[in-house]
């Protein structure tokens, strides 16, 4: 806050303003393009379960025999159940402020009288939460994608150089999707395995728009045949790579567009989403939405737990004011085996 407030000190008298400014947050791209489904209500663990079937068909005979009905090496004759889990976590936003110290800003909000008695203004509240939810949202898009539950040491996964560390700074509380995608890439204990294998279709870095294009197209062939014409199929990628990937096809002989226009975001008339939260060198191809079938979800305990937060006075004696919200939350994806990456991170050995 104390860089907002130096940015209206240069300007025009705070008597005039009617709102403060403040810095443009990224919020959640995740949430805005509608790349997962949001299960609320968990207080503790919830079970993510999936059946398959094997093959059932047989030659005709007039009476079945007993065997008929044995249970094959690769599923044969059998339903075979998988459980992936939601286990939100614990962590909480806290802010303490004086409101006194932005009563220039605001000519309603220097009312006559004793100090004492003066109450903060639900304007002022209104912009102050406005800026932390915006913070908060910061937060979370970008611990979906780069969380890992314990912190970069307990992540145990190396980035490229000068790249996005995974489970870094307070990304630390739950593991995000590219923690539980390289760690189910690795793994061999069947509850990572459960619901199938990431396809992996590349590990190099996206060094220019050629690659990125190359990386896409390979993503594309790897992609599982059964979830090609899923309507919520796209491709999620950072701006990093989508920046090189609409320069390159913008200097091509048959262009897409104009150089002075956005290329179209598809391929293979597939959504491409590029989106803050994303590590670098990073491109994931799955079925992504807010609905129940969606390959990622995300579990909070309370319906509107994303939202509640408490604003009181410190105490009784004090002009402080804080802000408190305490969250738990939880990502995982459904169906790994119809998720296809390509990225540069990858497992410390």
């Known amino acids: 806050m104390a860089d907002t407030v130096n940015l209206l000190q240069n300007g025009y008298a705070g008597e005039v303003l009617e709102d403060l400014l403040t810095y443009t947050a990224q919020g959640n791209d995740t949430f805005k393009e509608g790349l997962i489904h949001v299960k609320s209500g968990i207080q503790h663990k919830y079970t993510l379960p999936a059946v398959k079937l094997g093959d059932i068909i047989q030659d005709n005979i007039p009476t079945p025999l007993s065997t008929h009905g044995a249970k094959g090496p690769d599923g044969e004759n059998e339903y075979t159940f ?22 220039k800003y605001w000519k309603f909000a220097q009312p006559d009288g004793n100090l004492v008695f003066r109450e903060l203004d639900p304007k002022i509240q209104a912009t102050m939460l406005r800026l932390l939810i915006e913070k908060k949202n910061e937060y979370i898009g970008n611990a979906i994608w780069t969380g890992a539950k314990g912190g970069t040491v307990s992540a145990g996964i190396t980035e490229p150089a000068d790249c996005t560390k995974i489970g870094s700074r307070k990304e630390k509380y739950f593991d995000g999707v590219i923690k539980r995608i390289i760690d189910n890439v690795s793994a061999t204990d069947a509850e990572t395995l459960a619901g199938g ?34 309507n919520n199929l796209c491709y999620v990628i950072g701006w990093d790579s989508w920046d090189l990937y609409d320069q390159y096809a913008s200097n091509k002989v048959y262009k897409y567009s104009e150089n002075t226009e ?54 009784s ?33």
């Open 82 to 103: 998988t459980e992936r889990y939601l286990e939100p976590q614990e962590f909480m936003i806290y802010l303490e402020f004086n409101p006194r110290d932005y009563e």
């Open 197 to 230: 294998q990431v396809i992996v279709s590349g590990t190099t870095e996206l060094a220019d728009g050629e690659a990125v294009e190359q990386a896409l197209y390979s993503m594309w062939k790897k992609c599982p045949k059964q979830i090609r014409k899923k």
């Open 262 to 315: 956005t290329n179209r975001y598809k391929f293979k008339g597939k959504r491409i989403v590029p989106i803050v939260g994303i590590p670098e060198h990073t491109i994931v191809l799955a079925d992504f939405s807010t609905g129940m079938d969606s390959n990622l979800w995300m579990g909070v305990d309370y319906a509107n737990d994303t939202e509640v937060v408490k604003i009181d006075r410190l105490q």
């Open 317 to 349: 004696n004090s002009e402080l004011f804080f802000f408190l919200a305490r969250m738990k939350m939880d990502v995982n994806i459904v169906r790994p085996a119809e998720i296809v990456i390509h990225t540069a991170y990858k497992k410390t050995v």
